[in-house]
């Protein structure tokens, strides 16, 4: 992996390729690796120079927890690994089947519970950044001021290091940093899916970490012809030029791609030595 990396809250030295560890769980849908080899992932991961994963409590089915399996690889943990996670609207992995009004999740309660349930399952006392995820179905239009007031209680308690947001619009990241300080935003965003182009701008004016999720498009894999187009010419997949054209896009990007194989993992950390050239920028839109 190259040695360019971001200082995540100003103070936590991450590389621009991390890891996304819900795939691992097969949480809330699709298919999971078996355990030894999730636990063989995430240490390959660590071993390639990650040291950003991102995890929540919620990322759990069928008795298969994505922090059970980062604490069972790694614990105790490299001094370098930044473990981003999130709390919002649910606190277990289950609580997806209930009702939105039965969703207790950005309660002040709610809340305490998810941060508290996140340190228990990675055997930590301090969460390095606890992400607020806003906007689930039955939650739009929820008001950040009180979770996010919540959340920085808990920072003043010493549990939290840094707050970030996910799943919010740029109006909602404006007023969420009039609350708190924000060291990162997670949206939806990739080479098929741009709304936040603004977004992801005004983060790096702010000097703000832009962390998008479903980088090569999540449940439904990106497919362009532009995309196969400079894979063949670099004789690489989509999957890398898709995650190479987010490196170039803007430094404050920070990528978190999710599988459950050895080789994808390989794959996905080395696109950051593809460097597209002009030609290929200028064809990729």
Same mark, same amino acid.
């Given at each position: +992996?190259?040695?360019?990396?971001?200082?995540?809250?100003?103070?936590?030295?991450?590389?621009?390729?991390?890891?996304?560890? +819900?795939?691992?769980?097969?949480?809330?849908?699709?298919?999971?690796?078996?355990?030894?080899?999730?636990?063989?992932?995430?240490?390959?991961?660590?071993?390639?120079?990650?040291?950003?994963?991102?995890?929540?409590?919620?990322?759990?089915?069928?008795?298969?927890?994505?922090?059970?399996?980062?604490?069972?690889?790694?614990?105790?943990?490299?001094?370098?690994?930044?473990?981003?996670?999130?709390?919002?609207?649910?606190?277990?992995?289950?609580?997806?089947?209930?009702?939105?009004?039965?969703?207790?999740?950005? &309660?002040?309660?709610?809340?305490?519970?998810?941060?508290?349930?996140? #340190?228990?399952?990675?055997?930590?006392?301090? #969460?390095?950044?606890?992400?607020?995820? +806003?906007?689930?179905?039955?939650?739009?239009?929820?008001?950040?001021?009180?979770?996010?007031?919540?959340? +920085?209680?808990?920072?003043?308690?010493?549990?939290?290091?840094?707050?970030?947001?996910?799943?919010? &619009?740029?109006?909602? /990241?404006?007023?969420?940093?009039?609350?708190?300080?924000?060291?990162?935003?997670?949206?939806?965003?990739?080479?098929?899916?741009?709304?936040?182009?603004?977004?992801?701008?005004?983060?790096?004016?702010?000097?703000?970490?832009?962390?998008?999720?479903?980088?090569?498009?999540? /449940?439904?894999?990106?497919?362009?012809?532009?995309?196969?187009?400079?894979?063949?010419?670099?004789? &690489?997949? &989509?999957?890398?030029?898709?995650?190479?054209?987010?490196?170039?896009?803007?430094?404050?990007?920070?990528?978190?791609?999710?599988?459950?194989?050895?080789?994808?993992?390989?794959?996905?950390?080395?696109?950051?030595?593809?460097? #597209?050239?002009?030609?290929?920028?200028?064809?990729?839109?």
């Amino acid at each position: +992996m190259s040695c360019e990396r971001w200082a995540l809250g100003g103070d936590l030295w991450v590389s621009r390729i991390g890891y996304g560890a +819900m795939r691992l769980t097969g949480w809330p849908r699709g298919d999971r690796p078996d355990r030894d080899a999730a636990l063989a992932v995430l240490r390959r991961a660590v071993e390639l120079g990650v040291n950003h994963i991102d995890t929540s409590n919620y990322y759990a089915r069928d008795g298969v927890s994505a922090n059970e399996l980062i604490r069972a690889a790694l614990y105790p943990y490299p001094d370098d690994l930044v473990i981003v996670t999130k709390v919002g609207a649910l606190v277990e992995g289950a609580d997806i089947a209930l009702s939105a009004a039965e969703q207790h999740g950005l &309660t002040a309660d709610g809340l305490r519970r998810g941060v508290e349930a996140n #340190l228990r399952s990675l055997g930590v006392d301090r #969460l390095d950044v606890v992400n607020l995820r +806003m906007g689930d179905r039955g939650h739009e239009g929820a008001s950040l001021a009180g979770p996010l007031e919540t959340l +920085m209680a808990l920072r003043e308690e010493g549990v939290i290091r840094h707050i970030g947001v996910s799943n919010v &619009t740029t109006e909602e /990241f404006a007023q969420a940093r009039a609350v708190a300080p924000i060291a990162c935003v997670q949206n939806a965003y990739n080479f098929g899916v741009r709304d936040d182009d603004a977004l992801v701008d005004a983060c790096a004016e702010a000097g703000i970490a832009y962390v998008p999720f479903y980088p090569v498009g999540g /449940f439904k894999p990106l497919a362009a012809e532009r995309l196969s187009a400079v894979a063949d010419r670099h004789g &690489t997949t &989509t999957a890398q030029v898709a995650l190479a054209w987010l490196l170039a896009r803007s430094s404050n990007i920070l990528l978190i791609p999710g599988t459950g194989s050895l080789a994808h993992l390989e794959e996905n950390i080395a696109s950051d030595r593809l460097v #597209l050239t002009d030609k290929d920028l200028a064809e990729l839109g």
